[in-house]
T-cell receptor, first 115, second 111 residues
Framework: SQTIHQWPATLVQPVGSPLSLECTVE??????LYWYRQAAGRGLQLLFY??????ISSEVPQNLSASRPQDRQFILSSKKLLLSDSGFYLC??????????????FGAGSRLTVL | SQKIEQNSEALNIQEGKTATLTCNYT??????LQWYRQDPGRGPVFLLL?????KEKRKERLKVTFDTTLKQSLFHITASQPADSATYLC??????????FGQGTELSVKP
């Protein structure tokens, strides 16, 4: 069966520090991968998605970046965090298939607090 | 641009009653619509998917409708229980498209 892992689960970072959140999927190959952010009391905002290694689409201009160095690994990074980067970051995946289902499976999330 | 609206106010109902949540969308014509449940501090979990040619879909105590004329989906939970308390998110989309979510409606079921 497929599983998705995100880490770290929680982190507190000072403004201006770098960020690296990691997401890996097991039990499948060539998945579509997504990064969402959820600010406190707000909805899910799509940040990045990837349909393959090295293929990243950015949805929202910001100081965040994403990379996909391996088929089942998706990394969210920042060189210098802002206060506004605080939030709940969710990684998600779905099978790379031509289907109307598009059902996403989410990780447990990473809660980032920037001070 | 595409816009998805869900009731931003929390819905409070009594146990045993039917909860009805609304999802409205504008500026596009999705062929599919999904509903997810999100508990505090957790990732969303998929509940139901309905296609544009399906007017209604049921799964146990859950029922979803999809009115492409009104550009609206209704999500019903019958015989609600305190364990149904959560935030419910809708995501209308087209095949191969990115999943964009509404802001969610928080449901609170009181015993």
């Amino acid at each position: 069966s497929q599983t998705i892992h995100q880490w770290p689960a929680t982190l507190v970072q000072p403004v201006g520090s770098p960020l690296s959140l990691e997401c890996t999927v097991e039990g499948t190959s060539n998945p579509n991968l997504y990064w969402y952010r959820q600010a406190a009391g707000r909805g899910l905002q799509l940040l990045f998605y990837s349909v393959g290694i090295g293929q990243i689409s950015s949805e929202v201009p910001q100081n965040l970046s994403a990379s996909r160095p391996q088929d089942r690994q998706f990394i969210l990074s920042s060189k210098k965090l802002l206060l506004s980067d605080s939030g709940f970051y969710l990684c998600a995946w779905r099978p790379q298939q031509v289907s109307g289902a598009n059902v996403l499976t989410f990780g447990a999330g990473s809660r980032l607090t920037v001070l | 641009s595409q816009k998805i609206e869900q009731n931003s106010e929390a819905l409070n109902i009594q146990e045993g009653k039917t909860a009805t949540l609304t999802c409205n969308y504008t500026n596009y014509s999705p062929a599919y619509l999904q509903w997810y449940r999100q508990d505090p501090g957790r990732g969303p979990v998929f509940l139901l998917l309905i296609r544009e040619n399906e007017k209604e879909k049921r799964k146990e105590r859950l029922k979803v409708t999809f009115d492409t004329t009104l550009k609206q989906s209704l999500f019903h939970i019958t015989a609600s229980q305190p364990a149904d308390s959560a935030t419910y998110l809708c995501a209308p989309y087209n095949q191969g498209g990115k999943l964009i979510f509404g802001q969610g409606t928080e449901l609170s079921v009181k015993p």
